[in-house]
């Protein structure tokens, strides 16, 4: 019996058993967007898969990280298109000091959808790292599970933050940055000197003359003709 004993509890031989638990609950999100001129209108879809409700929901959206420190302003404020009823918008949400959406006391229920509108004015153009005028936005969303473990998701571009429909949007190919392309509006300009015979105005493109064409933005003209 002593033997016994000895032998099954022997080093090697009373390893714990590792247990995965997997999420009752995942959160997803999404991005779309809808640029006319300088102007984004930004729409995040947010829905809840499995079982449980998620506590202490919060959407983290950095505009500094997207466009640049002062390069925008907020025209119009999140607002609520798809309200399930339980979330809270965070009123000093500026994207920038305070990039959280959602008021920590925010909750959605398993299996519920919302729709949270916004829009952005592009004040100064730039290139923040994508091409001139070319900017990738995301946003993150995060709940807490009745048991405390916390979900996470990075948005997918588009409406639907789980496109493959298999109820896990976190995988990958469903965490693409939405890309909003803000396009160039040039200007130029040009004088020149002119003599004056008679009765005609002659403009002069020689060197008795002076013409200026100045370049008011980063562009390529073609074609151009006097």
């Given amino acids: 019996l002593a033997k016994l004993a000895q032998t099954i509890t022997e080093a090697g031989e009373n390893d714990a058993t590792p247990i995965t638990i997997n999420a009752s609950t995942l959160v997803g999100v999404s991005l779309d967007a809808a640029v006319v001129g300088n102007v984004i209108t930004y729409d995040i879809y947010l829905e809840s898969f499995g079982i449980d409700t998620l506590s202490s929901l919060s959407l983290n959206e950095s505009l500094d990280e ?3 420190a002062g390069n925008y302003q907020i025209t119009s404020a999140p607002s609520l298109i798809d309200d399930p009823g339980t979330l809270v918008l ?24 919302a729709q949270i509108q916004f829009v952005v004015q592009v004040d100064t153009e730039s290139d923040q790292g994508n ?18 473990v916390i979900v996470a998701d990075v948005s997918d ?3 639907n933050p789980d496109p493959n429909g298999n109820d896990d949007p976190t ?6 940055p939405t890309v909003s392309v803000i396009e160039v509006n040039p200007s130029i300009g040009i004088a020149y000197n ?12 020689d060197t008795h003359a002076v013409a200026m064409l ?12 006097s």
């Fill in 214 to 225: 100045k370049d008011f933005e980063s562009a390529v003209y073609k074609n151009l003709e």
């Fill in 194 to 205: 002119a003599t004056v015979i008679g009765t005609q105005v002659l403009p002069f493109y």
């Fill in 171 to 176: 995988e990958a190919g469903e965490n693409d």
């Fill in 157 to 159: 571009e588009g409406t």
């Fill in 66 to 68: 997207a466009f640049g």
């Fill in 90 to 113: 965070n009123g000093s949400f500026d994207g920038s000091t305070d990039i959280d959406i959602l008021d920590p006391s925010s909750t959605i229920s398993a299996n519920d959808t």
């Fill in 131 to 148: 091409g001139f005028g070319i900017y990738n936005n995301q946003v993150s969303a995060t709940g807490t599970l009745p048991n405390s």
